[in-house]
Nanobody, 127 residues
């Protein structure tokens, strides 16, 4: 059993900030959360889901898609089974449903490498 639940989405004006959180629960993640690389993906209306950011099991390696570099920061707390995405200087083009995902193999930008997915949280940035 594995569950990823995202929270923190909402409506924000351009230039604003949001912090997304993803809580991992279930026997798959407890106490094995630290064995999973974690990722954030997003899907805008009418578009395919795309990679946003990923973080290694220990948190010492992170990657970002080019469009969010310098604005978004991914982090994790293995003691709390949580992963976060701090999003600053938001733009209307960041509007999407944001998904948290877990990968039991390695840090990856490819959604095909991820084993578990959350239901998503809506982020809407108004201009």
């Amino acid at each position: 059993q594995a569950q990823l639940i995202e929270s923190g989405g909402g409506l924000v004006q351009a230039g604003g900030s949001l912090r997304l959180a993803c809580a991992a629960s279930g026997r798959i993640f407890s106490p094995y959360f630290s064995t999973y690389a974690m990722g954030w993906f997003r899907q805008a209306p009418g578009k395919a889901r795309e990679f946003v950011s990923t973080i290694s099991r220990s948190g010492d390696s992170t990657y970002y898609t080019e469009s969010v570099k310098g604005r978004f920061t991914i982090s994790r707390d293995n003691g709390k089974n949580m992963v976060y995405l701090q999003m600053n200087t938001l733009k209307p083009e960041d509007t999407a449903v944001y998904y948290c995902a877990a990968n039991h193999r390695f840090i990856s930008r490819s959604e095909g490498d991820y084993d578990y997915w959350g239901q998503g949280t809506q982020v809407t940035v108004s201009s």
